[in-house]
């Protein structure tokens, strides 16, 4: 009889885990826009001057690697920053106030990393209409995917050759802009920079599965879910801090973590449910802090990651919200197979999954 309603858990277990993580794929994938992601690029911002090469005083930098061109307007100064058909696109008055022209096909190209490839510009949308001025932001900074400062395909440029483990330049690149009716030009260069060596990060992973498949025995599932929680949350909050007007964050790391401590919340402290029950709702916890360090996977892989943290901080909490999301569910999966597999001989003794 117990192996039997055991089984019927096990059953719902993988039917209700596999519809929560295809709704958290869906749902983090509708939350986010176009954010910064780990890369290879690094975009840098050389000088804003005159066309006679006269500095201009303006504060511009790059995020995300080469995601986002940032400008920091002083109270004062009105800057302009055309489209690419030199249509008015973005406008700073010189109380901070930022407005977007929504008829500047720009305006739409920069809703996607790679252009017209993944957006369609609306018919409304007319380099030569006249502007269509919306309020954007009230700071004076503002942020936005810039297409010239960056390589417009997934693919690498043709003169990168990756196996190479030195930085190499992409192009030198270019963005007009008035400053207090003065043309100027934003001037910067693409590079590309090799990612951490596949040694290290293989030795990361490994290391970290170690530890958590060890420490499982030892404190439970229920401890390692809600550090995977946890860290999930503390990454959320590194990649999103700080994030400008016009830029995209990842604001579904927040509420993917958010949903496995609440889970593993009600695992621990709901007071009437059953084992089985307990031990489900532990391994449904795992997931979210599981797809929340997916979304920034990259980090393994890759030198550049979005955020306040170093990579190789994010580099860690990826490796080790992972390890403890997949370790938890060892104990569940251990003691489905005991049971599963009994002969009516006895029971299983029941792992510990809810101490935390």
Same mark, same amino acid.
């Given at each position: 009889?117990?192996?039997?309603?055991?089984?019927?858990?096990?059953? @719902?277990?993988?039917?209700?885990?596999?519809?929560?993580?295809?709704?958290?794929?869906?749902?983090?994938?509708?939350?986010?826009?176009?954010?910064?992601?780990?890369?290879? $690029?690094?975009?840098?911002?050389?000088?804003?001057?005159?066309?006679?090469?006269?500095?201009?005083?303006?504060?511009?930098?790059?995020?995300?690697?080469?995601?986002?061109?940032?400008?920091?307007?002083?109270?004062?100064?009105?800057?302009?920053?055309?489209? $690419?058909?030199?249509? *008015? $696109?973005?406008?700073?008055?010189?109380?901070?106030?930022?407005?977007?022209?929504?008829?500047?096909?720009? @305006?739409?190209?920069?809703?996607?990393?790679?252009?017209?490839?993944?957006?369609?510009?609306?018919?409304?949308?007319?380099?030569?209409?006249? *502007?269509?001025?919306?309020?954007?932001?009230?700071?004076?900074? $503002?942020?936005?995917?810039?297409?010239?400062?960056?390589?417009?395909?997934?693919?690498?440029?043709?003169?990168?050759?990756?196996?190479?483990?030195?930085?190499?330049?992409?192009?030198?690149?270019?963005?007009?802009?008035?400053?207090?009716?003065?043309?100027?030009?934003?001037?910067?260069?693409?590079?590309?920079? *090799?990612?951490?060596?596949?040694?290290?990060?293989?030795?990361?992973?490994?290391?970290?599965?170690?530890?958590?498949?060890?420490?499982?025995?030892?404190?439970?599932?229920?401890?390692?879910?809600?550090?995977?929680?946890?860290?999930?949350?503390?990454?959320?909050?590194?990649?999103?801090?700080?994030?400008?007007?016009?830029?995209?964050?990842?604001?579904?790391?927040?509420?993917?973590?958010?949903?496995?401590?609440?889970?593993?919340?009600?695992?621990?402290?709901?007071?009437?449910?059953?084992?089985?029950?307990?031990?489900?709702?532990?391994?449904?916890?795992?997931?979210?802090?599981?797809?929340?360090?997916?979304?920034?996977?990259?980090?393994?892989? @890759?030198?550049?990651?979005?955020?306040?943290?170093?990579?190789?901080?994010?580099?860690?909490?990826?490796?080790?919200?992972?390890?403890?999301?997949?370790?938890?569910?060892?104990?569940?999966?251990?003691?489905?197979?005991?049971?599963?597999?009994?002969?009516?001989?006895?029971?299983?003794?029941?792992?510990?999954?809810?101490?935390?």
């Amino acid at each position: 009889m117990r192996s039997a309603a055991l089984a019927v858990v096990a059953r @719902r277990i993988t039917v209700t885990a596999a519809a929560v993580l295809a709704l958290l794929c869906l749902g983090a994938g509708a939350a986010v826009a176009d954010p910064a992601v780990p890369t290879n $690029y690094r975009s840098t911002v050389s000088e804003v001057a005159t066309a006679d090469g006269d500095p201009v005083e303006l504060d511009v930098e790059v995020l995300g690697g080469d995601a986002f061109l940032v400008v920091h307007v002083p109270e004062g100064t009105e800057v302009m920053v055309p489209g $690419y058909d030199g249509e *008015p $696109y973005i406008r700073i008055a010189a109380d901070g106030t930022v407005e977007v022209n929504q008829r500047s096909p720009a @305006r739409w190209l920069n809703d996607a990393r790679y252009g017209s490839a993944e957006v369609e510009v609306p018919p409304q949308a007319d380099a030569d209409a006249p *502007p269509a001025w919306e309020p954007a932001a009230r700071s004076g900074t $503002y942020a936005w995917h810039d297409h010239r400062i960056h390589f417009m395909s997934p693919a690498l440029p043709s003169q990168i050759d990756p196996d190479l483990r030195e930085v190499q330049r992409v192009w030198e690149w270019e963005v007009p802009v008035t400053v207090d009716g003065q043309d100027a030009v934003i001037a910067g260069e693409l590079d590309w920079v *090799p990612g951490p060596q596949p040694v290290g990060t293989v030795a990361l992973v490994v290391a970290a599965f170690a530890a958590a498949l060890a420490l499982v025995r030892i404190v439970g599932s229920g401890t390692l879910v809600v550090t995977a929680g946890v860290l999930a949350l503390g990454l959320g909050v590194a990649v999103n801090w700080d994030v400008p007007p016009g830029a995209d964050g990842h604001p579904s790391l927040w509420v993917l973590a958010g949903g496995s401590l609440t889970l593993w919340a009600v695992a621990r402290f709901h007071p009437t449910l059953s084992e089985p029950r307990r031990s489900m709702l532990l391994a449904l916890a795992a997931l979210p802090a599981t797809v929340a360090a997916l979304l920034v996977v990259g980090a393994l892989v @890759r030198p550049i990651v979005p955020g306040v943290l170093p990579a190789v901080a994010v580099r860690g909490l990826v490796a080790v919200i992972l390890a403890a999301a997949v370790a938890s569910l060892f104990p569940l999966a251990g003691q489905l197979w005991r049971t599963t597999s009994l002969d009516g001989s006895g029971d299983p003794a029941a792992p510990r999954t809810t101490d935390a």
